[in-house]
Nanobody, 125 residues
Framework: QVQLVESGGRLVQAGGSLRLSCQAS????????MGWFRQAPGKEREFVAT?????????YYADSVKGRFTISRDNARNTMYLQMNSLKPEDTAVYFC?????????????????WGQGTQVTVSS
């Protein structure tokens, strides 16, 4: 089992920045491809960004966040990050991290085996 705990979400003004963290435990973190998803009220959970397992040499982003968000991982700290810049009100959502064993690039929810509980990001206009 892999346990995932997100942190870093809070209220921020439009144009501001946040960095989300996802702390993993229970298995060898570098063995897992990781992803960020988000869910706004009344909407489906949607893909945000993904990073491949091991060194994290491959990343991929949703068009809505490309150029504004950056996904990264620190295997020594068992942690994944999402740096979010130029935030917009439409970025408001609960952000979830997810993991899949030996995963490369994956954008579909069902491809992930483990999920965190989420952290709330609210962007005010």
């Amino acid at each position: 089992q892999v346990q995932l705990v997100e942190s870093g979400g809070r209220l921020v003004q439009a144009g501001g920045s946040l960095r989300l963290s996802c702390q993993a435990s229970g298995r060898t973190f570098s063995d897992y491809g990781m992803g960020w998803f988000r869910q706004a009220p009344g909407k489906e959970r949607e893909f945000v960004a993904t990073i491949s397992w091991n060194t994290g040499g491959s990343t991929y982003y949703a068009d809505s966040v490309k150029g504004r968000f950056t996904i990264s991982r620190d295997n020594a700290r068992n942690t994944m990050y999402l740096q979010m810049n130029s935030l917009k009100p439409e970025d408001t959502a609960v952000y979830f991290c997810a993991a899949r064993f030996r995963g490369t690039i994956a954008t579909i929810r069902e491809q992930y085996n483990y999920w965190g509980q989420g952290t709330q990001v609210t962007v005010s206009s």
